[in-house]
């Protein structure tokens, strides 16, 4: 059976594309095809007229795939700024239905799906809607990735208590550092209040690393709730 699963995080600069460009290779490495999506990516750098996005191509590259960069990212915008006020900018209207037929065709092709959000739960994509609402639209689970930092349990709370209200079904939690958690005193109880308070599944810690560096051995751990 194809698995398929929306990343979003608690903030920006959480560890998203890290944490999803770590499965998609982990799991690539396991022999899984993998297939990836970043829908909407703004801050996209202009080079010899072209817009680069770079989470995307990151994505791409960790799975391998020979997937259309069009396929996998629909939408890109140069401004560093919400997806609807760049799209409003550029004059263009996010449609979800260009995005779900782009992931329905790469779900064909791969065993496994990982959809990478932008920002939050609730960052804007259109004037009306939201990434909460395209979660829903494409039908899959959520993964939230949180940084795992003092005011941790606030940002993760807000977010699955939102989740739950419109109905997303949540496959877990993925705390990830992504700056050195030196002398932070609040990361040793992050998972257990985190599931207790919420009865959502810690995934997943994950320490601070360098991203040039390989994942860390924490993502062997995390590979087996996706087999």
Request: proline share 6%; aromatic share 6%.
């Amino acid at each position: 059976m194809r698995q398929a699963y929306f990343i979003t995080g608690t903030d920006t600069n959480v560890g998203k594309t890290f944490v999803t460009a770590s499965l998609a290779k982990g799991l690539r490495a396991k022999g899984h095809s993998v297939g990836v999506m970043k829908p909407v990516e703004t801050g996209c750098e202009i080079k010899d007229g072209r817009l680069i996005p770079h989470d995307a191509l990151a994505l791409k590259d960790a799975a391998g795939c020979l997937d259309q960069l069009d396929a996998i990212n629909p939408y890109r915008f140069p401004p560093p700024i919400s997806p609807n006020i760049a799209a409003r900018l550029e004059g263009v209207e996010i449609d979800f239905s260009k995005i779900d037929a782009h992931f329905r065709e790469l779900q064909r092709l791969h065993d496994i799906m990982f959809v990478e959000g932008a920002g939050g739960l609730l960052v804007p994509l259109t004037e009306t809607e939201t990434i909460a609402d395209l979660v829903l639209f494409l039908g899959i689970p959520l993964v939230i990735v949180a940084a795992s930092r003092l005011g941790v349990l606030n940002h993760t709370l807000l977010t699955i208590e939102s989740a739950k209200m419109k109905g997303i079904e949540i496959k877990g939690v993925i705390l990830n550092a992504p700056k050195p958690q030196d002398g932070d005193q609040s990361v040793i109880f992050h998972k257990a209040e985190l599931e207790r308070l919420t009865g959502v599944a810690c995934l997943a810690e994950i320490p601070f690393t360098d991203a040039k560096k390989e994942a860390p051995e924490s993502i062997e751990g995390l590979l087996r709730a996706f087999l």
